[in-house]
């Protein structure tokens, strides 16, 4: 599957974005997808991730209730809400898919297929 972000750019703090993942060439509903993210000198790490049907989302502790994650299987993308925007918030975030997340949602090494990337950056 191929997958490409976008949605990123410039917010001040206390600001929103919506990210967005298209997804391609296969059958999106097979895959569990998640949204990671990388700060400059950083490791890549997890952000959100939400189940097949969407009927389940996890959440890392640093954006819980300030972030959404959604996905509509008709139109094969998947989105990001970001809400209550903070500095630390600033990152490039990838969107990822993995159709059995075997070493569990948060960890890179469960999915297959990453997109390029899309750079948020939140001043203060």
């Known amino acids: 599957v191929q997958l490409q972000a976008s949605g990123g750019g410039l917010v001040q703090a206390g600001g929103s974005l919506r990210l967005s993942c298209a997804a391609s060439?296969?059958?999106?509903?097979?895959?569990?997808m998640a949204w990671f993210r990388q700060a400059p000198g950083k490791e890549r790490k997890f952000v959100a991730a939400?189940?097949?049907?969407?009927?389940?989302?996890n959440y890392a502790d640093s954006v819980e209730g300030r972030f959404t994650i959604s996905r509509d299987n008709a139109e094969n993308t998947m989105y990001l809400q970001m809400n209550s925007l903070k500095p630390e918030d600033t990152a490039v975030y990838y969107c990822?898919?993995?159709?059995?997340?075997?070493?569990?949602?948060?960890?890179?090494?469960?999915?297959?297929?990453w997109g390029q990337g899309t750079l948020v950056t939140v001043s203060s």
């Open positions: 990822a898919a993995g159709d059995r997340p075997a070493r569990g949602w948060s960890s890179v090494l469960s999915y297959d297929y």
């Open positions: 060439g296969r059958t999106f509903e097979d895959y569990v």
């Open positions: 939400i189940s097949w049907s969407g009927g389940i989302r």
